[in-house]
C-alpha cells in the first residue's frame, strides 16, 4: 500500500516538477540562458500566496493575481536586466541569473522569507479522497490537476497558437526564428514572462505543502535541474518524462530512505545517466 | 599508401553524405579533394579526423586502423590538421602556439617543470618551425595580432610542430587575399618537398588546386567520381558534367 | 634613476616594477598582526579574508585556466572544513596529520565526481556543480547524528603542530597568510610551466587543443582536483582557526561569494581574485554589521558588475592602467 501512495504522490510531485520546468526549459530554449533565479521565482511566488491570503484575498483569486504580477516582473527583468547581455558570452548569463537569485532572495528575506509559513488550504479541498484503501488528500489532486492542466494548455498554445509557432521556432533554430521575421527581443520578454508565471503559479498551489519561505524553491530548482539534464537541455518531450521520473524518485527516496539520501541518489543516478546518454532521454539535448 | 580509406559510408537521416568511399593517398604528396558543395567533402574530413563516427568502412593511417579514433590519439600518432576558420591560440604569444604543440608531441604538456636545457630546445625547434612559414621576428607578438594571412601560416606551422606525417588541410586558401594565396600555395609546396609531409587539402579554389596537385579526388553527391592526376582531371568528362552546374570552371 | 625609468622602456623594467609592488604588498600584508595587537577583532577580520582569498584563488585555478564555471565551489570548502573538522575530534589535533589527510580525500572524491563533471559542456557542468554543492549541503543534514547537523560541527580542538598548540591570533594570521602566499606562488609557477599554458589553450580553443594531441578530459580534470584540493585546504584551515563548522559553508550563498570575488577580480588573473576576496570579505563585515540586508545589496552589485564591467573592476582598472602606461610610452618613444 505505501507503494501505491507514494506512487500516486510521485505524480503529484511529477505534476508540479513539469510546471516549474516548463518555464525553465523554455527560457532555455528560446534565450539560452540557464536560469538560476527560476527557484527564487517560485519562492516569490509561494510567499506572495502568503501575502495575499494575509490581505484578505482569497486563495482562488490569489491563483491568477500572483502568476500575473510574477509574470510582469519576468517581463520586466528580461527589458531591463537580460536584454542587456543578450550577446555576451554564456559565462555571463549564468553570472546574471545567478547574481538575480540572490538579489530576490535577498529581498525575500526582508519580506518575512526568514520564517516558514504554510498557506491554509481552502475549506472546499481540505477532503481526503479514497481510491481503494488509498487516502489521497483532495488538495494534493486538485494540486496536480491544475499543474496538468496549465502543462496542456501550455502545450497545446505552444502547437497551435502564432506565439508558439515563433517559440518553437526560435527554439529549434535562433538564427532561423529571426529570418522569419521574429521579433526575438519581444519574444523573448514574453518568454521569460511566462516562465516566471509558471514558476509562481507552481509556488502559489504548492505552498499550502511545500510551504513558503525565502529559499523555498532551491530545491525545487534543483530537482528541475536534475529534470532538464536527464531529459536533455531544451526537449520539451524530455522534460516531461524526466519530471515525472524525478518526482517518483524523490517521493520514493523519501518513502523509504528520507528526503535528503532521496537526493543524493537521484544525483548519483544523474551522473551515473550522463556518462552514457549526455543529451538525454531522447537525446535531443543541446551540446553547444 | 599513408592514408587509405575503406568504403567509408556515412547517412545523414536518408541522405548518404558519404558513400563507400576509397581514399589512397600516397606519401610525400599533395593530395587535394575537391567537388560541388554538398559533395561530402567536410563529412569525409570529419569521419578521417574522428568527429564523427562511420556508418560502416574504416579508416587505415599508416598501417595502424585508425577509424574513429578521437583527435588527440590521432596527433600523437603524426596525424595533423588545420582548420577551415583559421584555428590559433589568440591570447597566448605566437611562439607558445607553436610550443604548446611541440610540448605535446613530445608527452610533457602536463609537466609543471622543466630543465632550462628542454626550454631552450623547444624555443629553438618552435623559432625554426617559424623560419619555414615566414613568421620569424614575430615570437613575442600575440596571435590575436597577426595577420589574416599570417594566422593561417600559424595555424599550418602548429601542424608542422607535431612533425606530422600527414596534414589535412581544410580549405587553407578560403577566405584569403590573392597575394596570401600565393604565400600559403608555396609554403604549401615547401613542405612537401623539404620535408616530405603528406598533405591533403580540400579546397574550392580549382585553379589553385591543379597547380599544386598531385593527384586529385573528385567527389559529388558522396561518391567519388574521379581519382586522378590534374591533367587527366582536367580532360574528364563527368568532372565537367558536376562542375556545370557550379560557379567553377576549370 | 625614476627619470630613466620614465624615459627608457626596457622590456623587465615593467616586470622588476611589478615584482617590487608584488613584495611591497606581500610584506604589507604580513605585517598585519604587528599594528592589529589592540585590535584583536580586526585580526580575526583579517584572517578570514586570507581564507577568503585563498579559497578564490582555488576558484581561479579552475574558471581562470581551463574556463570551467563552477557554482558550487563552496562544496569543496565546506567538506574541507567538516571532514578536517570531523578528523580532529575523532582522530587527532595534529595539523601535520589533519590537512595532508583532508587533501589527500579531496583529490580522491573531486577525481570520481570530477571524471563524470569535465566531460560535460559548459552550462551542463555550472548545473551540477550547483547541484554538487546542494547535495552535499543535504548530507550535512543527512550525517547529522557526525556533523551536528543545523547547530553546526562544535568542539574542534585546538590544533597543534610538533606538539604546540596553534592558539595566538597572531600566529594564525600568519599560518594562514603563509598557505595563501605559497598557493600564490605555486598558482603563479603553474601558470608558466607546461601544465598552465595547456590549461590556457583549452580555454581559450578547445577543438584546436585536441587537434594539437591535447588530453583535454585529463588536463581538465587535473584543473579541478587541484581547485577542489586548494580550496578544501582552505576549508579545513578555516575550521581549525574558527573552532566549529557551519552548514552555512556549503550553502549556494557561499558559492556565489567565491564566484564573485574572481569575478570581481577578473577571471584568470590569480592576483585579480585574490584581492577581490579580501576587500569583500572586509565590505561585506562592514555593510552587515550596518544592515540586515546584506543579500541584496550583493545581489544587486553581482546583477551590476556583470552587466557593467563583465572583466571585473581590477580587470576595467589595470586595463585602464595598461592604456595609460602604453600611452606615455608611445609619448616618451
Known amino acids: 500500500m505505501l507503494a501505491a501512495s507514494l506512487a500516486l504522490n510521485g505524480l503529484v510531485m511529477g505534476s508540479v516538477l513539469l510546471l516549474f520546468s516548463l518555464g525553465l526549459t523554455l527560457i532555455y530554449g528560446v534565450g539560452r540562458i540557464v536560469n538560476f533565479a527560476h527557484g527564487a521565482f517560485f519562492s516569490l511566488g509561494a510567499m506572495a500566496g502568503i501575502w495575499s491570503a494575509n490581505s484578505g484575498l482569497p486563495f482562488w483569486a490569489a491563483l491568477f493575481v500572483v502568476p500575473l504580477g510574477v509574470g510582469l516582473l519576468g517581463v520586466a527583468l528580461d527589458w531591463l536586466v537580460f536584454a542587456r547581455i543578450r550577446d555576451r558570452p554564456m559565462v555571463d548569463s549564468l553570472l546574471l541569473t545567478f547574481g538575480l537569485a540572490l538579489l530576490i532572495t535577498g529581498v525575500l528575506y526582508e519580506l518575512g522569507g526568514r520564517n516558514v509559513q504554510i498557506l491554509a488550504i481552502p475549506p472546499a479541498l481540505q477532503s481526503v479522497v479514497s481510491l481503494g484503501a488509498i487516502k489521497l488528500p483532495m488538495y494534493r489532486v486538485f494540486l496536480s490537476a491544475v499543474a496538468v492542466a496549465l502543462t496542456m494548455a501550455l502545450l497545446l498554445f505552444l502547437k497551435n497558437s502564432d506565439w508558439g509557432l515563433r517559440v518553437r521556432a526560435a527554439n529549434d533554430n535562433p538564427e532561423m526564428g529571426a529570418c522569419l521575421g521574429i521579433d526575438r527581443e519581444k519574444l523573448m520578454h514574453s518568454v521569460v514572462g511566462v516562465g516566471a508565471a509558471l514558476a509562481a503559479i507552481s509556488g502559489v498551489v504548492g505552498a499550502p505543502i511545500f510551504t513558503a519561505y525565502a529559499t523555498v524553491g532551491d530545491k525545487i530548482l534543483i530537482l528541475a535541474f536534475m529534470t532538464v539534464i536527464l531529459g536533455g537541455l531544451g526537449s520539451l518531450r524530455g522534460a516531461i518524462v524526466a519530471a515525472y521520473v524525478v518526482g517518483l524518485i524523490t517521493v520514493f527516496g523519501e518513502g523509504y530512505f528520507g528526503g535528503q539520501l532521496a537526493l543524493m541518489l537521484l544525483f548519483v543516478l544523474v551522473m551515473a545517466m550522463l556518462i552514457n546518454w549526455p543529451r538525454g532521454f531522447f537525446g535531443e539535448g543541446r551540446t553547444e | ?250 | ?333
Request: include cysteine.
Open chain 2, 1 to 250: 599508401m599513408i592514408l587509405e580509406t575503406t568504403d567509408l559510408t556515412k547517412h545523414f537521416g536518408g541522405l548518404k553524405a558519404v558513400n563507400g568511399v576509397n581514399l589512397r593517398i600516397a606519401p610525400a604528396a599533395i593530395h587535394s579533394i575537391i567537388g560541388p558543395n554538398g559533395a561530402g567533402k567536410t563529412t569525409l574530413f570529419n569521419l578521417i579526423t574522428g568527429a564523427i563516427k562511420p556508418a560502416a568502412g574504416r579508416v587505415m593511417f599508416d598501417g595502424v586502423d585508425v577509424t574513429g579514433w578521437p583527435a588527440e590519439r590521432l596527433a600523437k600518432i603524426r596525424l595533423a590538421r588545420t582548420f577551415q576558420r583559421t584555428s590559433v591560440f589568440h591570447d597566448l604569444s605566437v611562439l607558445e602556439n607553436i610550443a604548446l604543440a611541440i610540448r605535446s608531441r613530445e608527452g610533457i604538456s602536463r609537466s609543471i617543470w622543466l630543465t632550462a636545457g628542454t626550454e631552450r630546445a623547444i624555443e629553438a625547434e618552435a623559432c625554426d618551425i617559424l623560419g619555414r612559414v615566414r613568421l620569424r621576428g614575430r615570437e613575442k607578438d600575440k596571435a590575436g595580432a597577426l595577420a589574416h594571412g599570417n594566422q593561417r601560416a600559424l595555424d599550418i606551422a602548429i601542424g608542422l610542430a607535431l612533425k606530422p606525417k600527414l596534414i589535412l588541410m581544410d580549405e587553407p586558401l578560403a577566405g584569403m587575399s590573392r597575394g596570401d594565396r600565393e604565400t600559403i600555395a608555396t609554403l604549401i609546396t615547401a613542405l612537401r618537398d623539404s620535408l616530405g609531409v603528406t598533405i591533403v587539402v580540400v579546397e574550392h579554389d580549382v585553379a589553385m588546386v591543379m597547380r599544386l596537385s598531385d593527384r586529385i579526388t573528385v567527389m559529388q553527391h558522396g561518391y567519388v567520381i574521379a581519382d586522378a592526376p590534374p591533367a587527366e582531371i582536367r580532360d574528364n568528362e563527368a568532372v565537367r558534367k558536376a562542375y556545370l552546374h557550379g560557379s567553377f570552371a576549370i
Open chain 3, 1 to 333: 634613476m625614476s627619470d630613466e625609468i620614465a624615459t627608457m622602456p626596457m622590456p623587465g623594467t615593467d616586470r622588476r616594477f611589478t615584482g617590487l609592488a608584488l613584495l611591497a604588498a606581500a610584506a604589507l600584508g604580513a605585517s598585519v598582526p604587528l599594528w592589529t595587537e589592540n585590535m584583536p577583532f580586526v585580526l580575526i577580520l583579517a584572517s578570514q579574508a586570507v581564507v577568503a582569498a585563498i579559497v578564490a584563488l582555488s576558484l581561479d585555478l579552475l574558471m581562470g585556466s581551463t574556463g570551467l564555471l563552477s557554482f558550487g565551489h563552496a562544496a569543496w570548502y565546506g567538506f574541507g572544513a567538516y571532514l578536517t573538522g570531523i578528523a580532529a575530534k575523532m582522530l587527532t589535533a595534529d595539523v601535520v596529520v589533519l590537512l595532508p589527510l583532508t587533501v589527500v580525500l579531496t583529490i580522491v572524491l573531486s577525481a570520481i565526481v570530477g571524471f563524470v563533471l569535465v566531460r560535460q559542456i559548459g552550462k551542463t557542468f555550472a548545473i551540477l556543480t550547483l547541484a554538487f554543492g546542494q547535495i552535499l549541503f543535504a548530507l550535512v543534514f543527512v550525517l547529522s547524528s557526525i556533523t551536528g547537523g543545523e547547530d553546526g560541527l562544535q568542539g574542534i580542538p585546538i590544533p597543534t603542530a610538533f606538539g604546540f598548540q596553534i592558539v595566538k591570533p597572531a600566529v594564525w594570521y600568519w599560518l594562514l597568510y603563509g598557505v595563501l602566499l605559497v598557493a600564490l606562488a605555486g598558482a603563479f609557477h603553474i601558470r608558466r610551466s607546461p601544465l598552465g599554458k595547456a590549461w590556457l589553450a583549452i580555454r581559450e580553443n578547445t577543438e584546436r587543443a585536441r587537434f594539437i594531441g591535447l588530453n583535454v578530459s585529463l588536463l581538465k580534470l587535473l584543473s579541478y582536483i587541484v581547485s577542489a584540493s586548494l580550496a578544501a585546504l582552505a576549508g579545513g584551515l578555516f575550521a581549525l582557526f574558527n573552532g566549529a563548522a557551519s552548514p552555512d559553508l556549503l550553502n549556494w550563498f557561499e558559492s556565489g561569494k567565491v564566484l564573485m570575488y574572481v569575478v570581481l577580480g577578473g577571471v584568470g588573473t590569480i592576483i585579480g581574485p585574490v584581492i577581490g576576496a579580501a576587500v569583500f570579505t572586509v565590505t561585506e563585515h562592514y555593510v552587515s554589521s550596518i544592515t540586515d540586508s546584506w543579500l541584496i545589496y550583493f545581489g544587486g552589485f553581482f546583477v551590476l558588475i556583470v552587466i557593467v564591467a563583465p572583466g571585473g573592476l581590477f580587470g576595467a582598472v589595470s586595463n585602464l592602467w595598461q592604456r595609460i602606461a602604453a600611452a606615455r610610452r608611445g609619448m616618451s618613444a
